[in-house]
């Protein structure tokens, strides 16, 4: 039986994840544009800072962002001398971050494999870059913005170290489902830590075999 309290947790983390997904996709689809089509010398150090959060242990990053967020931290006496530490908002800063390369690299590989012959046509037929972007590069990129949003939504869901340095486990502000599984397995509940974690299972599962749909559709695009 789901308490409410777990649905608290859940209702929660799916409201974590969906910002987290919305901020990635408006604020990576830019970055994965650029990385995909420019010819600048730091290219790769852009793309390298990108994917730094895939083997950087999330601790770390989780340590850096909570002195960042804190009362006291340059960045926050610039931003009005609020700190994002322990809070649903830092909670996002966090995972946008930390979900980024998820993101920003299924879009730029979907770019990159548009090639330029698609938007040379566009531009011969006098579109401007704008449209040949969002009426070209988009439509035959949308394999990689769905590939992008499933992983970063799924990545926001399951992340722990980040989420438990910046946010702790305050109920109702912080407390998601990697924090309550953690939570019930130190105070014994197995029951419940049971529960939540067959929900993961499942919710992994259905990631995976998603995933493999999106690119075995993505495959046949290219092939054609």
């Known amino acids: 039986m789901v308490e409410p309290a777990m649905w608290e947790i859940i209702g929660l983390t799916v409201r974590l994840a969906a910002f987290t997904t919305v901020a990635l996709l408006v604020l990576g689809t830019p970055l994965a544009w650029w990385l995909a089509r420019t010819n600048a010398w ?5 793309g390298a800072l990108v994917a730094l959060p895939i083997v950087l ?16 931290s340059p960045l926050t006496q610039i931003l009005g001398g609020r700190g994002l530490a322990f809070s ?77 340095m910046i946010g702790g486990s305050i109920p109702g502000e ?21 529960l939540l974690s067959a929900g993961m299972l499942v919710f992994s599962f259905l990631v995976i075999f998603l995933m493999m749909l999106i690119e075995k559709r993505l495959g046949g695009r290219l092939a054609r």
């Open 42 to 46: 730091y290219k790769e150090i852009v």
């Open 88 to 164: 649903f908002e830092g909670l996002v800063v966090g995972s946008v971050i930390y979900s980024l390369p998820f993101v920003v690299n299924p879009i730029r590989n979907a770019f990159e494999a548009i090639g330029t012959r698609p938007l040379e046509v566009a531009a011969t037929l006098r579109a401007s870059p704008l449209d040949t972007f969002f009426t070209v590069a988009v439509p035959l990129a949308s394999p990689g913005f769905l590939t992008g949003a499933v992983l970063g939504f799924a990545h926001t869901i399951g992340e722990f170290g980040v989420v438990l």
């Open 174 to 194: 912080t407390k998601v489902l990697s924090i309550a599984i953690f939570d019930y397995v130190e105070t014994l509940q197995w029951d419940k830590a049971h």
């Open 57 to 72: 242990p999330p601790t770390v990053l989780g340590f850096y962002l909570l002195v960042a967020m804190s009362p006291t």
